[in-house]
């Protein structure tokens, strides 16, 4: 039999997921449908006058997409838990962090990638301009791995625990508000006609505190899950 | 002369710091209530009328106090939390667990009082203010602690759950805190705070004591709190049942 | 191990596992606490508990390669192929978990078994809902595993025969 490397492992994880999420394509397909439909409520609620969605769009794009990376989060351990691999992978002799990083890199192409792509379509209906809708990808590419990371250390937290979905949500939602001021922010900023490095750079350090800490808190928070 | 050492390690078990809290808090009590007393008595009869905000502006005296405390208290609790994660002590997540409705409260009373500030000021009852911004998030991440302790059955999770929660939310705060004040300056919100080109001496010394008597009230109800959550995790051991009677 | 329902084999089993907390006393693997060198323990053990740790919408193949993977290894598909004939699964690599019966499931959960290099086996109540059959696959699974220098610790209600091997019984009592 030959041996796998570390960097094998984490392929065979991610290919495992992968393959999961394409086999089950309407878990997949469900935040990304939810994003659009929230992004739709707001228009709905506040009246179709131009300029104030115009004002309003980066904002609310940011809120419904980190709503709906947030609604994939609590599947992200919860059927592993249920059938026992989750247990297999905690008594692998891989760390755990690393497994735990792998599951959160495939959370973000599975639920933040397709997020990106479909915020510029979003963003026409609220008239923004298509410098505007770059850059509302570049920071939603930035950040919904963040999102994945911050949010996969409150899936840790609340598996098996009763009320698990509302309560991920409390946890979570308060520790992404950093990455949607900024990333808003920064679209905002470019259409005010201001410079957006500080917003890049500050959601890229947010971005790489995550992948040093994320997956440290989210591999004790298993490890007392699983006790 | 007779040299004791304090055993400190005696009052890590529950039984031992149930009897030192009991008593302990009622001095902290004194305490808090001297130090509040002499507190508002600066801010509402010493203190002089600001020229721009009148007599309103006397909630500043309760308001920052109780905002700064309410940060204080989070980082003590996931202090304790986190020393309860690390070393497996069962003492410190009843301290964490303490600490937080205290912290909460401390939290919402600044929300309150700066709303309260708000009204006759500029005739609304919220204002997008940094400081309370950041108040009301961090009531959010207390809410979050005492709900994720209390959705856990069993104790021992529920206080290493909630310690890494605890743990994460400090780390963050800085980065809310930061980002949010950033936030306020960039859409030149209002600002709730006293303006003018110096603050009175006065209007220090009153923020500061109160500072100091929501720092002793906190230390109180903390602890009579701990002595509550002590019985009941204790409730099946001997001492208890004599200490109840 | 033997003992009632409830008495806490499993809690047991699941500290040996360093995946449950202990509250005293030690756990020695090599004559060294088994918290203290996590990685190198956790190579040497292949836990099955109650649940077949089985992904229900991959095929059985993808299932084995994944967990073989966790453990660090890659095996070849002849491996699988014999591994699965040997349970009587043969030809079953490519379905789905979900078009297996529960005891189809069970027996490719414990192929993983046959496919670990892992010297210490922890196995919790491996013989129950299985056929005889079943049980005798398993038995001479485990005495092959111990002929080869292995080590099992199994709790069961059953009094199973093992080969020629004479287990060391462990009562628990509350």
Avoid at chain 1, 49 to 65: N, T
Avoid at chain 1, 74 to 91: I, K, N, V, W
Avoid at chain 1, 132 to 155: C, N, V
Avoid at chain 3, 83 to 96: C, D, P, S, T
Wanted: glycine share 10%.
């Amino acid at each position: 039999m030959k041996k796998l490397g570390l960097f094998g492992v984490m392929a065979a994880l991610l290919r495992r997921e992968v393959s999961v999420a394409l086999r089950q394509k309407g878990e997949v397909l469900t935040p990304l449908v939810f994003f659009v439909v929230v992004a739709s409520l707001f228009p709905l609620g506040v009246g179709p006058e131009s300029a104030l969605l115009l004002r309003m769009a980066p904002g609310v794009l940011w809120v419904s997409a980190l709503l709906a990376a947030m609604l994939s989060l609590q599947r992200l351990f919860a059927t592993d838990h249920a059938d026992g691999s989750l247990e297999q992978m905690a008594l692998s002799s891989t760390p755990l962090g690393l497994l735990v990083a792998a599951k959160a890199l495939t959370h973000f192409l599975l639920s933040g990638l397709p997020l990106v792509l479909m915020a510029p379509v979003l963003g026409l209906q609220f008239g923004l301009e298509s410098r505007s809708l770059g850059i509302l990808m570049l920071t939603l590419l930035l950040g919904t791995p963040t999102l994945s990371l911050i949010g996969s250390i409150g899936a840790a937290l609340t598996l098996g625990v009763r009320g698990a979905g509302v309560l991920l949500s409390l946890l979570i939602l308060p520790l992404y508000i950093p990455v949607l001021i900024f990333g808003a922010g920064a679209v905002e900023a470019d259409a005010a006609g201001l410079g957006i490095g500080g917003h890049l750079s500050l959601l890229a350090a947010l971005f790489v505190l995550s992948v040093f800490f994320a997956p440290l808190a989210t591999k004790t928070a298993l490890r007392i899950s699983l006790e | 002369m007779n040299t004791q050492k304090i055993h400190w390690f005696k009052f890590s078990s529950p039984q031992n710091f149930y009897f030192l809290a009991g008593r302990m808090w009622p001095w902290f009590a004194v305490l808090a209530t001297v130090l509040a007393a002499v507190a508002l008595w600066i801010g509402l009869v010493m203190a002089p009328v600001d020229a721009q905000q009148g007599q309103g502006y006397r909630i500043i005296f309760v308001h920052v106090p109780a905002a700064s405390l309410s940060m204080f208290v989070y980082l003590v609790m996931a202090g304790w939390a986190g020393f309860g994660l690390a070393f497996n002590t069962r003492l410190s997540g009843m301290m964490a667990s303490a600490l937080a409705p205290t912290g909460a409260i401390l939290a919402f009373l600044s929300l309150a009082t700066g709303s309260l500030w708000g009204k006759p000021m500029w005739g609304t009852w919220w204002v997008w203010d940094a400081r309370l911004t950041s108040s009301l998030i961090l009531l959010f991440l207390y809410l979050g602690f005492i709900a994720l302790q209390s959705s856990i059955d069993d104790p021992r999770r529920a206080d290493k759950a909630s310690a890494v929660l605890a743990l994460v939310g400090a780390v963050n705060i800085p980065i809310i805190y930061g980002s949010v004040y950033w936030w306020n300056t960039l859409h030149q919100g209002a600002s709730v705070t006293v303006k003018g080109a110096s603050i009175a001496p006065a209007m220090l010394w009153g923020m500061g004591l109160m500072t100091a008597a929501f720092w002793m009230y906190a230390i109180t109800m903390t602890l009579v709190r701990v002595r509550a959550i002590i019985l009941d995790r204790e409730r099946h051991a001997e001492w208890v049942k004599h200490a109840v009677e | 191990m033997a003992g009632a329902n409830g008495v806490g084999k499993t809690s047991l089993l699941r500290m040996v596992c360093g995946l449950a907390p202990i509250d005293s006393g030690q756990i020695l693997w090599n004559d060294t606490p088994i918290h203290s060198q996590s990685d190198v323990y956790r190579q040497d053990l292949c836990y099955l508990g109650h649940l077949n740790s089985l992904q229900e919408s991959m095929t059985v193949n993808e299932n084995l390669v994944f967990t073989a993977a966790l453990a660090g290894n890659a095996p070849e598909p002849t491996q699988l192929q014999e591994v699965l004939a040997h349970f009587g699964v043969r030809g079953r690599g490519e379905q789905l978990v979900k078009h297996l019966s529960q005891g189809q499931k069970r027996r490719v959960a414990l192929s993983r078994l046959a496919l670990s290099q892992a010297r210490l086996w922890v196995l919790d109540e491996p013989f129950v809902a299985m056929d005889e059959k079943g049980v005798r696959m398993l038995a001479d699974l485990i005495a092959s595993h111990l002929g080869k220098g292995g080590l099992a610790v199994i709790t069961s209600h059953q009094q199973v025969d093992i080969g020629t091997l004479a287990p060391q019984m462990l009562e628990l009592r509350t």
